[in-house]
């Protein structure tokens, strides 16, 4: 992973939008003062790739990473890796009284890998091969940690290792192949339950079912030969059973025939209802004739209707002249009543004009002063006076904040002292301890010492038999000694738990300190500002005091910008004083013209001219219709006939009217008597032809029976005669016919009894069950019907019962072979779990975990002797044995030292190659088979180097940069960024910090 480019906003120091260009950097600084950045740049990577921060000791906190002046921070990482381009983008927000990451992505150009948080990690991790606590060991390395890893215990190294390097990925094979085993086990015996299932599944044996089916196949045949034969027998039984049905059913039709009542009189009816209707249609014709001669009268009479329509005109000319005369008195009072409201009106509107004018004059005035307003304005003085009172407690809040940077820094150096107290205690505890239990070793075997044995140290005599001192070392002191040390361990780890705690609270209480620093500059520079803008305005005091400040007390620049906004404040609240006189002025215009407009007797004195000229403009409109009306009145009676003539027309019109209905009356009544004579003829004719479609309903009915042949000529009489006749004849024939059919019937049902009992016959020997005579015999399939015999069809039931011992067959045929199947897959899982035991054994071992600890330990010590050598020209080297690390001084006889007599130089140098050989060592042992690394970030130590360690470490760092890795190195030391190609410098602003790029 090669870093492209960084962009950050709202993140840590950078408040503001802020870009770091790694583009063909290979070797570089990141410089600055503290506080100012330097390790969110690094902070910056991890975030974006993990969603984490190292330095933070726990990777679910980020909170302080949100400037404090932002609710949000953004990250964006541009790299390449294996020569493809991808960015990390993540957002951070403040949500309540915490943050939470609320964006993240990745991308491979426009391709999208990742698009929420959660899918970050993973993504990252399959991507780079390395988790978080892997890739801060890489390619970010925070050097205090590994000086502790050369003081640690060797359970605590190893324990360390074993994170680093994912050794843990032993135990979880050992586990999974414990759980393999257990599974493969498991999987095994439900496989034999299963087999054992499926034995169940076999009752009978397959060639058992086969004999089973032959057997009922025949049955069935059998069975359909006689159901065939019965069904034949049926059929002629059928056939003799339909003929004396037959017969029954001929004799019943033709017994129901018999001749109709009153078929002699039907034709004298006739004949006298004939009569009738000849003497009605001649008193019609006769009523039908007077109708039409009284209707020709009134005709040729007055017409009515004109008469009456001439006297209604007569009434309507009345009726308006009348309207006219009491439309023009009403006419005279209307207009009489609008000139006196009228009036009234005009004396309304007048008093309003007036109104009216004196409202905007007052808005006139108002405006005029609005225009002549000074600047400032009140706002902007009181706006200013308000930036005053900010600055005042920003310098109180900003004084604050020194003091408790000096009680941070004089904690911190309490606690810097008190652990270097702690580590002095806790060395010479462990070397009293190492002293103890070495003798304590020694004189646990002295008494298998003997005079004139070899000694087992020199292989010289011994010449006598050491005795015991009060200086001999036992097991108690030993355990004494131990519990002392173990307690200053715990102590020290105490007291470097405070020293971070202090050192956090300091940078915390310094960048705070320096936060309000800006803040203040920021505000003192708005001061200046504001007071170059007042100065014209407040006169000579402000300026004097300008031109006085070459170095200004902060009070007395204050004071006098008070003194000048005072001044200022005195004209704005003059000129906002008469502004509120104009202002009320024009606001009780307002209130006059709108207590005119409201007052309901100038509401009322309109509404009555209103309803006034309404009620003219009505009356003067209904007279002129009147008018109009009385004309067209008169125009319609001009050469009419006068009013008595017109009324004699009428009543002769009407006289002529009433003899043409008395004529319309008669002739309706001949009409009905002519209608009812037509009725009793036509009932008549349908009697005769009633009893006509009688006979034609019993010739249908019999029709099936050949009835006798009927002519046209023959009357309705003659043709029910022949017809008796011919019924008596058929009815004895059909009776002879029905005594042979019976005689047939009887003798088919005893041929058919027979055949049922053939068929119960062979279906016996599957209701009765197979007797067992013999217990070790082979199991025999059961009767199919052991209760009795199945429902009818039963060639039916037969295939029915031989499809179901074909399942049966073929089940048992499956769970056979399923059984096959189920032993191979029952031998394999057999075989798996017995390797998975095997390897469980071999990485339970303790011999293979210290075996693989103890190898990786040398390697780390390998490598890191090749990085040592170039540090310190070859003065010491590492050595390593099952316990901890030890330095070779080569300079003084090869001594073998242990690593904590070295001064905080060599310890930070030794630390570095051992830094750099655990980062190469995990990135080759990685679980996840990482790919190589190709950026690598030291985060600070530097200080502690003496010019000539500083020198070899940039040399070292020289030779890693052309090795084509990214080095970047976090520091305060000036020397060594010189020494390198490039430096990024982070410079702390009132705001936001920022970083600059020099290319040297």
Not at 19 to 41: C, H, M, Q, R, Y
Not at 519 to 540: S, V, Y
Request: charged letters at 30%.
């Amino acid at each position: 992973m090669r870093p492209v480019q960084i962009e950050m906003e709202g993140f840590g120091a950078f408040k503001d939008r802020t870009v770091v260009d790694f583009a063909d950097a290979e070797l570089f600084a990141i410089i600055g003062p503290t506080g100012a950045g330097k390790s969110t740049i690094i902070d910056a990577i991890t975030f974006a790739l993990y969603g984490s921060i190292a330095r933070y000791d726990n990777q679910n906190v980020i909170a302080p990473s949100v400037n404090a002046l932002s609710n949000e921070g953004k990250v964006r990482l541009d790299f390449e890796h294996d020569g493809e381009s991808y960015c990390a983008v993540r957002v951070m927000r403040r949500q309540g009284t915490g943050v939470a990451t609320r964006e993240a992505r990745l991308f491979r150009g426009d391709v999208v890998l990742a698009g929420r948080p959660s899918e970050m990690a993973p993504a990252v991790e399959a991507l780079l091969g390395l988790n978080f606590d892997q890739f801060t060991r890489t390619v970010v390395l925070p050097q205090g940690e590994f000086a502790q890893f050369l003081r640690d215990s060797p359970a605590q190294k190893q324990e360390l290792l074993r994170k680093l390097l994912g050794f843990e990925v032993y135990e979880r094979v050992r586990k999974l192949a414990v759980t393999r085993q257990s599974e493969a086990r498991a999987q095994a015996e439900l496989l034999e339950g299963r087999i054992d299932e499926l034995t169940q599944n076999i009752p009978f044996p397959v060639e058992q079912l086969e004999l089973q089916r032959s057997a009922l196949s025949a049955t069935r045949e059998t069975i359909r030969h006689l159901d065939d034969r019965a069904r034949t027998v049926e059929l002629d039984q059928q056939r003799a059973v339909d003929v004396a049905s037959r017969a029954a059913d001929i004799v019943g039709l033709l017994t129901s025939i018999t001749p109709p009542a009153g078929l002699d009189d039907a034709a004298d009816r006739l004949e006298h209802c004939q009569g009738d209707l000849h003497l009605a249609t001649e008193r019609f014709e006769a009523a039908q004739t007077d109708y039409s001669r009284a209707q020709e009268q009134r005709i040729s009479g007055p017409d009515d209707g004109e008469c009456s329509e001439l006297l209604r005109r007569y009434d309507r000319a009345a009726q308006t002249h009348t309207l006219l005369a009491e439309l023009g008195s009403e006419l005279t009072d209307a207009a009489h009543r609008h000139s006196s409201a009228d009036g009234a009106k005009q004396r309304d509107q007048t008093h309003r004009t007036r109104l009216v004018e004196e409202v905007n004059a007052a808005q006139k005035a108002f405006a005029t002063h609005r225009k002549e307003a000074p600047s400032p304005s009140l706002t902007e003085c009181q706006t200013r006076r308000d930036r005053l009172h900010e600055l005042e407690e920003l310098a109180k809040e900003r004084a604050s904040a020194r003091e408790a940077e000096c009680d941070a820094q004089l904690a911190h150096d309490t606690a810097v002292t008190a652990l270097s107290t702690a580590e002095s205690a806790h060395k010479t505890d462990d070397e009293q301890l190492s002293d103890a239990t070495d003798r304590a070793g020694v004189l646990a075997f002295r008494h298998l010492l003997n005079t004139g044995d070899p000694c087992p140290l020199c292989n010289q005599p011994i010449a006598a038999t050491p005795e015991p001192s009060i200086d001999d070392i036992g097991a108690a002191e030993v355990t004494r000694l131990r519990q002392i040390f173990d307690e200053s361990a715990q102590q020290l780890s105490k007291t470097r738990d405070d020293e971070r705690a202090t050192q956090q609270r300091l940078t915390a209480a310094t960048e705070r300190s320096e936060l309000l620093n800006g803040q203040l500059r920021t505000l003192m520079e708005r001061l200046d500002r504001d007071r170059g803008e007042l100065a014209p305005l407040a006169g000579r005091d402000l300026a004097d005091s300008a031109r006085r400040d070459a170095t200004p007390d902060l009070g007395d620049r204050v004071a006098a910008h008070r003194s000048a906004i005072e001044q200022l404040l005195d004209l704005a609240e003059a000129h906002e004083r008469r502004s509120v006189e104009l202002s009320d002025r024009l606001e009780t215009a307002r209130q006059a013209l709108d207590a005119h407009d409201r007052d309901p007797e100038v509401l009322k004195r309109r509404s009555a001219a209103d309803d006034a000229a309404d009620k003219l403009r009505l009356t003067q409109a209904r007279h002129q219709d009147a008018e109009l009306a009385n004309a067209n009145a008169l125009s319609a009676l001009s050469g009419a006939r006068a009013r008595s003539v017109a009324e004699d027309d009428l009543a002769m019109a009407q006289s002529l009217q009433a003899a043409e209905i008395a004529a319309a009356a008669a002739l309706t009544e001949a009409r009905r008597q002519t209608q009812t004579a037509r009725g009793s003829v036509e009932q008549a004719r349908q009697t005769l032809t009633e009893f006509t479609r009688e006979l034609d309903d019993v010739y249908r009915r019999v029709v099936s029976v050949t009835p006798p042949h009927r002519t046209a000529d023959q009357s309705v009489a003659s043709q029910w005669t022949a017809l008796v006749a011919w019924r008596d004849q058929k009815i004895a024939q059909a009776r002879a016919e029905a005594t042979a059919a019976d005689a047939d019937i009887v003798r088919l049902d005893d041929e058919l009894t027979g055949i049922r009992r053939e068929r119960v016959d062979q279906m016996k020997p599957w209701i009765d069950p197979p007797v067992r005579s013999d217990p070790d015999a082979v199991k025999m399939p059961p009767s199919p019907w052991p209760h009795g015999l199945p429902p009818e069809p039963w060639a039916d039931s037969l295939a029915t019962q031989i499809g179901r011992v074909s399942a049966d067959i073929e089940t048992a045929q499956g769970a056979l072979d399923r059984q096959a199947t189920l032993r191979k897959e029952q031998a394999e899982d057999t075989r798996r779990a017995g390797v998975a035991a095997e390897t469980a054994t071999l990485l339970g071992s303790g011999r293979f975990q210290r075996w693989l600890m103890a190898d990786a330990l040398k390697s780390l010590a390998t490598r890191a002797n090749d990085r040592l050598c170039e540090l310190v020209d070859g003065q010491y080297s590492l050595h390593v044995d099952e316990k901890s690390f030890f330095v070779i001084d080569h300079r003084n006889a090869d001594e073998l030292r242990d690593s904590r007599t070295l001064s905080g130089g060599e310890t930070f140098l030794v630390s570095l190659a051992l830094a750099l050989a655990l980062a190469d060592l995990v990135a080759e042992l990685s679980a996840a088979g990482a790919s190589s690394m190709e950026s690598m970030f030291l985060d600070e130590g530097f200080g502690t180097l003496d010019a000539e360690s500083l020198d070899a470490v940039a040399g070292a760092l020289e030779t890693l940069g052309a090795s084509g890795r990214m080095i970047g190195v976090v520091t305060h030391v000036r020397e060594l960024a010189d020494r390198l190609s490039m430096r990024f410098e982070v410079s702390r602003g009132p705001i936001s910090s920022t970083v600059t790029r020099v290319d040297l």
